[in-house]
């Protein structure tokens, strides 16, 4: 492609191409051979030597998709998916490289993943293997990436591409409520309908690292994979290294695109729930009624409430085992404490069934509390580094799940729970980050392999729940919306957004999930006000329509609401059974974010076949002395004609899309409306 065009240089005129890698667009970069741009495979040999250099075998191509061992993969019936498979070779290394491309006719998506096979005699480390490589030239590109915090998780942020390296990463063991393994490039002209993005994602819930720069001669690259930092695989002769994948998406329709394509792929290609394409159970949870202070009376009170409202299931949060009366003690004590819920968890599961409604428990497997019985006896179960004071955090260690026998021990623990009493739902938490990377099972050798080699462990794990329990309905959890990723999905068809529950704060969360992440998957509960995470007060109404656009349920206790307050909730258990098939099932449409306009939020999901729409207009701030405004729906189908339930108009798509659909000032701030569309 810039072959024909060698830098001038005045003493030489021509160089040797090797000097300028710099120049040359490539698949799969490696190190120290002359390309100094980011690398996707770095090397340590016995020796110290850490230069790599691939070259060209062969290739193939096969029909289906193979599963990549021990990690989430999507997959798609052999008629379905194409994959190609390009073999290289790194000759003084001794590796064989794979690179591996799959195509989908559904939907328009490639995913890539490398395995790098040792064909030689000695081990050798890997230190960095990145799954995708993107060179090109620039397009006046801008990068789109999520950011957060605890309790403001995934907030959409965009930057000019340039010559600094862009990198998004956690290090942190977890994708992180900081960081997400997500990186778009997007021309500066591209908006919701028109304009080209390159978008990445991966498949993996731990450590990752996504780049993305302009070189010396203005090409772009753009990589993805788990993160080199505090990596070091050893890989022994005949060994193989496979990596997670990452998912590409092409767009030249927009940003909206972009985001149904992948919407549209992880329904079809990666979540395996049987409750995918069912009405999830609306929820009642505990943990912010009672925090940890309940027993089972408290929680049959709650349950008993709650069924008269219409809500379907209770949750058992946290601090039901062990001596787990705060958050300072218990983690990995698994047995139900009696005192708290009396007569046993069978008794109580079993109560709330004959209410007639199903029982979800919280778990935190992963983890273990300095004051557990567990640690006391295998105080080298836990992640750390003797003779280092272990950083405690929420007062809490981590479990080394890089040994088999604590996946084995943890696995026996939480299977003995659900086996005991008719559990229809876990969620599944993980509430602080990795630090003091120390096992005592691995070898120094192969220290490098424990973050790694810890979410093998919980993916390990939940497979491993999943097949025993096949019925089960998990929700992932990593203090609100810190592991909130594909691998994840691949596990659980939903996943706790965030611990903030705001309805505010939730639109900016919502916007930045929803930009890869299909409705159907972002939890999502109506809690007190004032709120506990922001002390914002909004209204019950309000709460309800931006939790109806996530998998929607309760988090407060409903003993206490008032009577306008509970007839509200019959009101939104309504309408969850009305619109909850088209919000799963539907294609999402961002039309206007309070984040750039300051005043309202306004977003929608239309049935596939557009016969149905349902939007959302929240006004977040009203500006003094303005008038009613129009505001142009996405999505509709431009020549039918839809009756709008509020106002009983009938109007045609087109209208509606280009005039828009007339939207009065609200009476007060965080006043919600919802607009449903149906076509006559
Ligand atoms: C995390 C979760 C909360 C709750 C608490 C319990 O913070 O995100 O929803 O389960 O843990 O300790």
Known sequence: MYLDEYPFLPSKNKRDEGAFLDYIPTEYS???????????????????????????????TVKGKKKIDNLPTSFGNPEDVDSLIITCEDKYNRLKVDLIYSVFKDVDVITRSVEVENIGENPIFLTKVYSACLDMENKDFEVISLHGSWARERHVEC???????????????????????????????????????????????GNFCATAALNQFDFVRMTMGINSKDFKWKLNAGEVFATPE???????????????????????????????????????????????????????????????????????????????????????????????????????????????????IWFEPEMISPDSDLYREHPDWAIGITGMDNTRSRNQYVLDLSRPEVVQYTYEQVAAICRSANIDYVKWDMNRQLTNLGSSYLSADQMGELSHRYMLGVYKLQDMLISEFPGLLIENCSGGGARFDPGML????????????????????????????????????????????????????????????????????????????????????????????????????????????????????????????????????????????RIPLRGLNPDYKYFVEDTEQELPGDVLMNVGINQPILDSDFSSRLIALKCI
């Open 159 to 205: 930057t000019k591409l340039s010559h600094l390296q862009y990198v998004v990463q956690s290090t942190r063991g977890e994708s992180s409520h900081q960081d997400h393994p997500f990186l778009a490039l997007k021309t500066s002209k591209t908006s919701e309908d028109c304009g080209e993005v390159y978008a990445m994602n991966f498949v993996y819930s």
């Open 246 to 360: 990452a998912v590409l998406v092409y767009s030249s329709e927009g940003l909206g695109k972009m985001t149904t394509t992948f919407h549209d792929f992880y329904r079809k290609h990666l979540i395996r729930s049987p409750y995918l394409h069912k009405e999830r159970p609306i929820l009642i949870n505990n943990w912010e009624a009672t925090y940890f202070d309940f027993d089972s009376d408290k929680l049959i009170d709650i349950a008993r409430e709650a069924k008269n409202l219409g809500i379907e299931m209770l949750v058992m949060d946290d601090g039901w085992f062990g001596n787990r009366f705060d958050d300072n003690r218990s983690l990995g004590d698994w047995k139900v404490n009696e005192n708290k819920i009396k007569g046993g968890l069978k008794s109580l599961v079993d109560k709330v069934n004959e209410m007639g409604l199903k029982f979800g």
């Open 490 to 629: 691949y596990y659980s068809p939903q996943i706790w957004c965030s611990d903030d529950t705001d309805a505010i704060e939730r639109l900016a969360i919502m916007e930045g999930t929803a930009l890869i992440y299909p409705l159907s998957t972002i939890g999502a509960h109506v809690s007190t006000v004032p709120n506990h995470a922001v002390g914002r007060v909004t209204p019950m109404k309000t709460r309800g329509d931006v939790a109806l656009f996530g998998t929607f349920g309760y988090e407060l206790d409903v003993t206490k609401l008032s009577d306008e307050d509970k007839k509200c909730v019959v009101a939104q258990v309504e309408l969850y059974h009305k619109y909850n098939e088209l919000i799963r099932e539907g294609d999402y449409y961002r039309i206007s974010s309070y984040r750039e306009n300051g005043e309202y939020e306004c977003f929608g999901v239309v049935s596939k076949d557009k016969k149905e729409a349902i939007y959302i207009y929240l006004q977040v701030f009203r500006k003094p002395n303005m008038h009613s405004k």
């Open 30 to 60: 490696t190190n120290g051979i002359g390309d100094y741009r980011e690398s996707c495979l770095d090397v340590e040999t016995l020796n110290g030597f850490t230069a790599t250099q691939l070259s060209y075998v062969s290739y193939k």
